[in-house]
């Protein structure tokens, strides 16, 4: 265990379909960060927030969208995804932004049909 | 471009050899990062290595940097068939705000 959890771990949704990934870390830490990894590619990162504010964005589609209510929580909100979206979405947190070593959580693995 | 990059992609060993993987990265960094992952799990941080230090031990993992050749070694010693994983580098940037690159990682077998 990390102290970082996401729900759910597997997820199969249609491409019309909205749904939510969550994050959650009881370290105490400031920043939270969403990756995506695909098979045989590396990680990709797809936001960054510190202490609720986004501080990057790495030109993900709009079909992604973040959400950070408190430093606690982070959620990954889907809609009209692709196939090629299907992929492990993995949340991880540290102590701040800047050269602190990142906690991950087990990851969501999500299919797109 | 990737900032880190893993050599080699996949390395087969047998239980008790040493395995070394190592990382090239391209820009200036304040430090280095390993990290190891199994199978369809999250990442787990193995060691931090900053860039005024050139080797740090933890356990049975011996990592290097070299910041004139911008690259960086994980050795494992003793393999156990547990260390089966793959194992990525991850090169914190120094720029405008800190950001950390992910290197696509190295997939170790160790075969018992």
């Known amino acids: 265990e990390t102290g970082v959890t996401q729900t759910p771990r597997h997820l199969v949704m249609g491409m019309t379909n909205k749904k939510s990934l969550k994050c959650e870390q009881h370290?105490?830490?400031?920043?939270m960060y969403w990756y995506k990894q695909s098979a045989k590619k590396p990680l990709e990162l797809m936001f960054v927030y510190s202490l609720e504010e986004r501080v990057e964005n790495n030109s993900v589609p709009s079909r992604f969208s973040p959400e950070c209510p408190n430093s606690s929580h982070l959620f990954l909100h889907l809609h009209t995804l692709q196939p090629e979206d299907s992929a492990l979405y993995l949340c991880?947190?540290?102590?701040?932004?800047?050269?602190?070593?990142?906690?991950f959580g087990p990851g969501t693995r999500l299919t797109v049909t | 471009s990737q900032q880190g990059e893993e050599d080699p992609q996949a390395l087969s060993i047998q239980e008790g050899e040493n395995a070394t993987m190592n990382c090239s990265y391209k820009?200036?960094?304040?430090?280095l990062q390993w990290y190891r992952q199994n199978s369809g799990r999250g990442l787990v941080h193995l060691i931090l290595i900053r860039s005024n230090e050139r080797e740090k031990h933890s356990g049975r993992l011996r990592v290097t940097l070299d910041t004139s050749k911008k690259s960086s070694s994980l050795l494992i010693t003793a393999s156990r068939a547990a260390d089966t994983a793959s194992y990525f580098c991850a090169a914190d940037m120094k720029t405008s705000y800190d950001k950390v690159i992910f290197g696509p990682g190295t997939s170790l077998s160790v075969i018992p």
């Open positions: 991880a947190s540290s102590q701040d932004v800047s050269s602190y070593e990142q906690y």
């Open positions: 820009t200036s960094i304040n430090n």
């Open positions: 370290l105490g830490h400031n920043a």
